[in-house]
Structure formats: structure tokens, C-alpha cells
């Protein structure tokens, strides 16, 4: 069963992402738990609140349920996690994945928890916690329309492939395999490439392992047939300036790990997958 700590405050609405911000406020950490940080000053845009950004169309990491609209997901959980740990609860804003780091830096969230990748061109517009999560590359194909694809090299020029704009499978493929004369289409949301997969309009989709098996589970007839591993790993995304926030995310981040409270949500979204030792597997 799911853990809610945050009650009402995880129900409000979700801005978009053109919703500005005009001031932060200072509010005191250390309201959860014993062992949590001590109490210091956190500057965020709401007092109480950790207004975090997200696409929330990326299951498992962060989507909703079907009828309802409140989100879930890996993400979701390990952050309600950290929050309650700082003695905060979690305000969701609904982004585009292509254009979330700007509108952090812009003072749009006080985090970003969107499955994102730790990469030096991120890092010249915000900072990122420790890692929380080891990722890699995925291919994801049509196998009742493209049987003979079992790997990136069985396509050819001309195929095209899916994508998500702004990510870390849009920069694999565009270094690794538009070179090949393989045409890369991108997508604001993932979930409309596998859709264009099923439907037989591309060959097939770069995207996370996780992320694409959890699609393919749900759409008979596509496979992930191939994983890339590219050394990845995902953070929680903070605004430059903020280094108060980033402190007490990573501090509340050890906390959840050494107390079980991760592996206990990695175990929910990713049944049967070993815990990283460095997560406390």
C-alpha cells in the first residue's frame, strides 16, 4: 500500500508551467520524524511547501492513475519521502520535460523530480542532489511490424525513430544513430511515440529501460529488445542560489536510505530488481 504523508496538500492543483512565482519565503526544516535534520532555515516559494516540477506522464517515475488526479510513482513517492523527513509537504506542477530546467532556474519549483539525468550541460542551469536512481537506455520496437529489429543495428537508413525531446535518449540517438541515416522524431511526451510505435508510423523508440518496459507492458505487441547502458543516474534538480535546498534534499535523502524507507518504494516500482548497494540493497 502506499504511504501518503501529505494529505490534502498533495490534492492541489497542478499549475502549468507558464504559472510564474514572484517571491520565496523562509520556512523551517525538521518537522518530521525523529532523526530528521535539524531545524534550519529553507528558502522555498511557499512556506511549508516543496513546489516541485515534474511531466508526470512517465510511468513508473511519476503519472497518473486512471480517474484520478492526484500523481504517483517512483518519483512521487521517493519525494513525499523526503519532504516529510524535512517536515514539508509536496506541491506538484505539471512541465514540459524539454523546458523544466529553464523554468526552475527561473524560480518557477523549488526542485525538479522527473526521472532527469545528471549531465554537465544541466549542470551550467541548475544544480542536482546525490543520486537516487541508476538508469540505461532502452530500444523499444513493434515486433509484430518489425520482427527482424533486435537491436540498434538492425535498423537502416531511413527508419525513423521516437524519441523524448529533451532527454538523454534524444542525445544517444542523435549522436549514435542519425549519423546512420536514421531519422529521429521527437516527442513532447513519451507515451505519444510508443503510441506512433504501436500504430506502426516509426520503427522504434530510445527512451529509459524502465520507463519503456513499464509502456510496453501495456501495449501488446511491442518489446524492449535491446538496453543501452549509457552510466546514467538520476537528481533531484535544484535551482542555482539554493544550496539550502539541495543540503537538506540530500540530507533527507540519506535519511529514507538508511532507515529502509527507499528500498521499500524501489521494491513497489520495480519488483524484482536488485537494490543498488549504494541505495541500501
Not at 167 to 187: F, H, M, R, S, V
Amino acid at each position: 500500500m502506499r504511504r501518503r504523508y501529505l494529505g490534502v496538500a498533495a490534492l492541489l492543483a497542478f499549475a502549468l508551467i507558464g504559472a510564474s512565482c514572484s517571491k520565496s519565503t523562509t520556512t523551517t526544516t525538521g518537522g518530521g520524524p525523529s532523526g530528521s535534520p535539524s531545524p534550519k532555515p529553507l528558502t522555498v516559494i511557499t512556506a511549508g511547501t516543496l513546489t516541485v516540477g515534474s511531466c508526470l506522464d512517465y510511468s513508473p517515475f511519476e503519472y497518473f492513475t486512471a480517474g484520478s488526479t492526484t500523481p504517483t510513482g517512483f518519483d512521487v513517492e521517493i519525494m513525499d519521502a523526503i519532504a516529510h523527513h524535512l517536515g514539508l509537504t509536496v506541491t506538484w506542477k505539471k512541465s514540459d520535460f524539454n523546458t523544466i530546467f529553464t523554468a526552475l532556474a527561473a524560480g518557477q519549483f523549488d526542485a525538479v523530480a522527473a526521472a532527469s539525468t545528471i549531465k554537465p550541460d544541466r549542470l551550467q542551469v541548475v544544480d542536482f542532489s546525490d543520486p537516487y536512481y541508476n538508469s540505461r537506455q532502452s530500444l523499444t520496437v513493434n515486433t509484430a511490424k518489425s520482427p527482424n529489429v533486435k537491436t540498434t543495428d538492425d535498423l537502416k537508413s531511413g527508419d525513423v525513430v521516437g524519441v523524448q525531446k529533451g532527454t538523454t535518449g534524444k542525445d544517444w540517438a542523435e549522436a549514435n544513430l542519425a549519423p546512420k541515416g536514421i531519422q529521429i522524431k521527437t516527442y513532447t511526451n513519451a507515451p505519444d511515440a510508443f503510441t506512433d510505435l504501436e500504430a506502426g508510423q516509426i520503427i522504434g523508440v530510445i527512451n529509459d529501460e524502465t520507463s519503456s518496459l513499464t509502456e510496453a507492458a501495456s501495449r501488446p505487441g511491442l518489446a524492449v529488445v535491446q538496453t543501452i547502458d549509457t552510466n546514467e543516474h538520476y537528481g533531484i534538480a535544484v535551482g542555482k542560489g539554493h544550496p539550502d535546498i539541495t543540503a537538506a534534499i540530500n540530507a533527507a535523502l540519506k535519511a529514507i536510505i538508511a532507515d529502509g524507507e527507499y528500498k521499500t518504494i524501489f521494491n513497489k516500482y520495480f519488483p524484482g530488481v536488485p537494490v543498488p548497494p549504494e541505495f541500501g540493497g
